[in-house]
């Protein structure tokens, strides 16, 4: 099982960026992907869900600026995240599970974004 995130950078507050995160070796639309954060210093937090079924969740902190989307036929998940914010900055990771609930089994090494005011 692979997982790669690409698409971060450094962007000013107000900016978009899309992440993306290429996987291999599962069945991809069997699967719950999610995208998590770490903020320097902080601990990993959830930022967005999208199951097998195409439902979406989103953490309250991210709800109307950033979207989750999934392309099955590329085996590709996307966080697209707009008007963002320097609290936003933070290594981005994606992950995957066969389960609906519960924890991940699978991680991306992830990629570093960076918002400044």
């Known amino acids: 099982v692979q997982l790669v995130e690409s698409g971060g950078g450094l962007v000013q507050a107000g900016g978009s960026l899309r992440l993306s995160c290429a996987t291999s070796?599962?069945?991809?639309?069997?699967?719950?992907m999610g995208w998590y954060r770490q903020p320097p210093g902080k601990q990993r937090e959830l930022v967005a869900v999208?199951?097998?079924?195409?439902?979406?969740n989103y953490a309250d902190s991210v709800k109307g600026r950033f979207t989750i989307s999934r392309d099955n036929a590329k085996n590709t998940v996307y966080l697209q995240m707009s008007n963002l914010k320097p609290e936003d900055t933070a290594v981005y990771y994606c992950a995957t599970s066969l389960r609906e609930s519960g924890d991940y089994d699978y991680w991306g090494q992830g990629t570093q974004v960076t918002v400044s005011s």
């Open positions: 070796g599962f069945i991809f639309s069997f699967n719950r």
């Open positions: 999208s199951s097998s079924s195409g439902s979406t």
